[in-house]
């Protein structure tokens, strides 16, 4: 059985956000995003740090998957991080979303729940979820994540 694993950016006192601008998610109003940056040195590469979804296959929520969709395909064609996450499969969380533009993704069909259990038992690389906080509270109560 395939692990699911989570990967998200966080900070000690419980914010949970991409690194990207202040414009990137001001859901709830929140209006400190890219706090990460600041904190940021030479030694942060998201890729070393496994949030490049190199050898796995993605799992994201719709917020995420669009945040991601919005950027990522638009980068130049050497950027590494760009390629991987292009190649790989995306499988997205979404009640609103009924078609997806960006390279391998598909959408997750009916319960998320559900659909994970039968993805985790599928023959394949690891899956990673990227961010999407909502969805990692939904797959935790479901005791999902490994």
Known sequence: MRKLIV??????????QAPG?????PTGG???GGWMFAYADDSMDISAAGFDGKDRELVLGRRT?????AYWPYQADDNPVAQTLDAAKKHVASRSL???????STLLEGDVV????????RSGPD?????SGNLIQTLQAASLID
């Open 7 to 16: 990967s998200a950016f966080a900070s000690l006192d419980g914010i949970m």
């Open 127 to 131: 899956l990673q979820l990227i961010g």
């Open 30 to 32: 929140f209006t400190l």
């Open 98 to 104: 009924t078609s997806l533009q960006w390279n391998n």
């Open 65 to 69: 998957y669009q945040i991601f969709e």
């Open 21 to 25: 601008g202040p414009e990137e998610d």
């Open 114 to 121: 559900e659909a994970i259990v039968a993805l985790k038992s």
